[in-house]
């Protein structure tokens, strides 16, 4: 928690790496995890001598991007060299998108709990070239390079410094990782390097307009550390200005292990790189019926799809929001809720209850992905539909989901060979409260004396007696009977 006296003010600058086929100036695969070196020509390569031709389909992903932070493609955009000496970036210059990029003035919607709507404006989205990989572990003496990322076409989308807390930026990383999920353009895996995020972080006193000095911070490989490290930075920054220094401006490297941040090198400015024209590139034109037949051709998006489980299901805000974080959740949601209507009833809030609670819970708890789950969509489908049926209570279903995630059975199965059918004969439940009754003669008396609140506990002991196959409906229609 930072000085009350203090906001923060948040940039994040998001590499995205478009899952193309080829890389983005040659035909080189961008298959992850192959051999060192195994994927590389001369143009990735940085020879001499050599032309970049552009990957229409790295083009064609960032306008996808584009439409969908409803941002303004370009009609003209250009590709500079910047340059600069990195060990794994063979050519001494990146080819990467400055003064025209190909997306400008996009935006994305948060609901923050604390502001409830915000809007984060996206100054940029543009393209460029990865560099390669320097590698250090296990080698003696020196240092080796794979240059099979270099050329992976990557996408920069660069935020306004709109975000006031780590809650707003991981909020605003999710929402744009799901984005491009849907849109297919990239895997969004921070681990493995494909959505990564440099923020920039600085502190004001409240009402102050001015910005603070800001940090860039680096290295951070998933959404919670992303947030830990802003927090820790913003309090650092607070920290030197009370006792009477100055921020200087800086890159820093993240160290999760250690929960802190270490300078890595002076923050660089656009003139430090010496940007100029590639001059071996054409300006990128892109004719207004292009964009167009690339926006007719858009997928459903988590916020339109967010709207449609609201109106169709009549879910709440709440539900809608975490089942459409993922493409994959979604999908496994009206799985569940489809076989559910076919089988019986439509009931979408159960389904939702079940999957967000139920199944994501157990998930999570295992460190698992939707798509990872052992519970097929349609068997959670068929365990509601026992339940609605009164084939097993809510207790026992409870019991057949965890047998079921254990399992992946067929939820008919296991109620079938663990004998966990509901009880539903009137006579069989009647019999049992009786036995209760006579058992509890001093919790009766207190019951006819006005303690009405007992009536939990003798259906506890009658459920507890018939291990949960009793129907409670008819268990308390038959003890208030029974009590008078």
Not at 70 to 82: A, C, I, L, T, Y
Not at 151 to 166: F, Y
Not at 283 to 298: G, K, V
Not at 444 to 470: C, D, H, N, P, S
């Amino acid at each position: 928690m930072i000085d009350s006296r203090y906001e923060m003010v948040i940039g994040l600058e998001v590499h995205v790496q478009m899952q193309t086929r080829s890389k983005i100036f040659c035909g080189c695969s961008t298959q992850f995890g192959q051999g060192a070196n195994t994927q590389i020509c001369p143009v990735c390569s940085g020879f001499p001598g050599v032309l970049p031709v552009l990957n229409q389909e790295a083009v064609q992903m960032a306008i996808k991007t584009g439409i969908a932070i409803h941002g303004q493609v370009r009609p003209v955009s250009e590709f500079s060299r910047k340059n600069y000496f990195y060990p794994d970036l063979p050519a001494g210059y990146q080819i990467t998108q400055f003064e025209l990029p190909i997306v400008e003035h996009g935006h994305l919607d948060l609901h923050t709990e604390s502001r409830g709507a915000k809007r984060i404006g996206i100054t940029r989205i543009h393209m460029e070239v990865d560099a390669g990989k320097s590698l250090h572990e296990g080698i003696v003496g020196g240092s080796w390079v794979d240059l099979n990322r270099t050329g992976t076409p990557l996408m920069e989308i660069v935020s306004e410094p709109d975000m006031r807390s780590s809650a707003e930026a991981g909020e605003y990383l999710k929402k744009l990782r799901a984005i491009v999920r849907y849109l297919g353009v990239s895997d969004g895996n921070m681990e493995q390097g494909s959505f990564r995020c440099d923020a920039n972080v600085s502190v004001r006193l409240k009402g102050a307009e001015k910005f603070g000095t800001r940090c860039e911070l680096k290295n951070m490989n998933s959404i919670r550390n992303v947030m830990r490290a802003i927090e820790y930075e913003a309090e650092r920054h607070i920290d030197v200005i009370e006792s009477g220094g100055h921020i200087v401006q800086q890159t820093r490297l993240w160290d999760a292990n250690a929960n802190l941040s270490r300078p890595m090198r002076g923050k660089e400015e656009a003139h430090d790189y010496r940007y100029f024209p590639e001059p071996d590139l054409p300006p990128l034109h892109l004719t207004e019926e292009r964009i167009e037949t690339i926006a007719s051709s858009m997928p459903e998006l988590p916020e339109t799809k967010k709207e449609r489980f609201i109106e169709e299901y009549a879910l709440s805000d709440y539900d809608a929001e975490v089942l459409t974080n993922s493409l994959e959740l979604a999908d496994y949601f009206e799985a569940v809720a489809r076989t559910v209507a076919e089988k019986g009833q439509a009931d979408p809030k159960a389904a939702a209850n079940w999957v967000t609670v139920e199944l994501l819970g157990v998930l999570n708890k295992e460190g698992l992905e939707i798509t990872q789950s052992p519970v097929p969509a349609a068997h959670l489908g068929k365990l509601i539909y026992l339940i609605q049926n009164n084939t097993i209570s809510g207790k026992i279903a409870k019991q057949v989901f965890a047998t079921l995630f254990e399992t992946g059975k067929d939820p008919e199965i296991i109620v079938s060979e663990k004998g966990l059918k509901q009880v539903t004969d009137s006579s069989a439940i009647e019999e049992e409260v009786e036995k209760v009754l006579a058992a509890n003669a001093k919790e009766v008396e207190l019951y006819r004396g006005g303690k009405t609140k007992l009536i939990g506990f003798f259906v506890g002991q009658v459920m507890k007696a018939t291990r949960g196959k009793a129907n409670p409906g008819l268990v308390n229609s038959i003890l208030r009977q029974k009590l008078g």
